[in-house]
């Protein structure tokens, strides 16, 4: 194969995979002529690749005959674990966070009512290390659990709330008053509520729709964070703006680790 052939078949993959690209990042299906403006190509050319991605399921069209995302990128969610591709993207972000504060990190997601932490970062101090992954925890007790109320990813309990310490949120009426201050802030805190002389701070991650999809948190001794808050909702804030941009399919920016311990 001459280099010229080659240099030709390296710029038809890079055309076809940024209308694959295209399409799939879009908030609503494109016409053909709204590809071919993005893309820049000639009609032809443009007819002639959305042919072939069609062919491989990359792409189809809907029923006005608009694109959107093909079969196959269904097929392969449908065959893995949906939390498996959050948990890979946001393990780099995780380990930074544990790098930056040394506290236990934490990833969360809600399965029904419930919300199961699906990763784990440990703590670089001997006290506040353990495996919070094998726990259920109440979610009103948590940061992580109270982000999803805060946002509106779960429903508020009604009635009486399960009372773990003196300092638990256990009220629904206080639980919302406590969600609009967290809103306000920009990310939860429990201080002592799921168990006496522990704090966990969690801020929302957004999935492509803007939805919160997940809380990204950490926990460790109250005396350790107590006087960090602002700092560590702020270092947090970063890193979950930057996965959320990740889950919308764009390139993080290095988060300043200036004012983190």
Do not use: C
Not at 126 to 135: A, C, F, N, V
């Amino acid at each position: 194969m001459t280099d010229a052939s080659s240099g030709s078949g390296t710029q038809a993959v890079d055309r076809a995979a940024q209308l694959v690209s295209t399409v799939v990042h879009a908030d609503a299906p494109l016409t053909f002529a709204d590809l071919q403006e993005a893309s820049g190509l000639a009609k032809s050319t443009t007819s002639r690749m959305l042919t072939a991605l069609e062919r491989t399921g990359l792409v189809e069209r809907d029923d006005s005959g608009s694109y959107v995302a093909g079969s196959l990128f269904w097929l392969y969610a449908a065959r893995h674990d949906p939390w498996e591709e959050l948990v890979r993207l946001a393990r780099p972000a995780m380990e930074r966070i544990g790098e930056d504060t040394s506290e236990t990190v934490h990833l969360s997601v809600t399965r029904g009512e419930k919300v199961v932490q699906v990763a784990q970062v440990d703590s670089r101090y001997l006290l506040g290390t353990r495996d919070w992954t094998e726990i259920e925890v109440p979610p009103h007790t948590s940061a992580l659990g109270k982000v999803f109320y805060a946002w509106g990813a779960l429903p508020v309990p009604h009635g009486e709330l399960e009372q773990l310490t003196e300092a638990t949120v256990a009220d629904p009426a206080a639980l919302r008053r406590d969600g609009i201050a967290t809103r306000k802030r920009g990310w939860a805190v429990t201080h002592d509520e799921l168990e006496v002389g522990l704090t966990g701070i969690a801020v929302p991650v957004q999935g492509p729709r803007g939805d919160v999809v997940a809380a990204l948190g950490i926990s460790g001794p109250t005396a350790r964070l107590e006087d960090r808050l602002d700092e560590l909702g702020r270092n947090l804030s970063s890193h979950a703006a930057d996965l959320s941009g990740l889950l919308r399919g764009r390139t993080p920016t290095p988060v300043s680790k200036e004012g983190v311990a």
